[in-house]
């Protein structure tokens, strides 16, 4: 990921959004959208270089990978959940983005289940001990 590239283009789109914005609004959202759908792309190349990389790392030190891979994919709802509702909003609808928001935390507890279900397991074997 080249964080350059992707600050010049995010930085130049909102400059062109700004500016044309007062004649047609409908175009600078879609100018800013399209940016934000280039950064994505960018961030997901370098999403996947992490994942390989920690796979490596914690897969060479005997740790188990499960817990890790949750939390990268809590990671991800909270990554992808914060650049749609962020976009929405930019585009005026503040329900939109509240219901992104709310479809991510609903997300990330779905996620969370089965972590807790173990977590409570444990728990109630050392008690009965």
């Known amino acids: 990921m080249d964080i350059v590239k992707v600050s010049a283009v995010c930085l130049i789109a909102a400059v062109l959004a700004k500016v044309i914005q007062p004649t047609n609004r409908d175009l600078a959202a879609l ?76 997300a990330i507890s779905l996620l969370m289940l089965p972590l807790i279900r173990q977590f409570i397991e444990i728990i109630r074997t050392v008690l009965e001990r």
């Not at 100018?31 to 897969?59: M, N, Q």
């Not at 939109?96 to 479809?103: C, M």
Request: aromatic share 8%.
């Open 31 to 106: 100018l800013s959208i399209s940016a934000v759908i280039f950064s994505a792309f960018a961030a997901i190349d370098g999403i996947t270089e992490v994942f390989s990389g920690s796979d490596g790392i914690l897969g060479g030190a005997g740790v188990a990978t499960g817990y890790v891979r949750l939390a990268f994919k809590a990671l991800g709802i909270c990554y992808l959940t914060e650049l749609c509702a962020s976009s929405c909003r930019d585009c005026g609808e503040t329900a939109l983005g509240a219901a992104v928001d709310l479809s991510g935390r609903v």
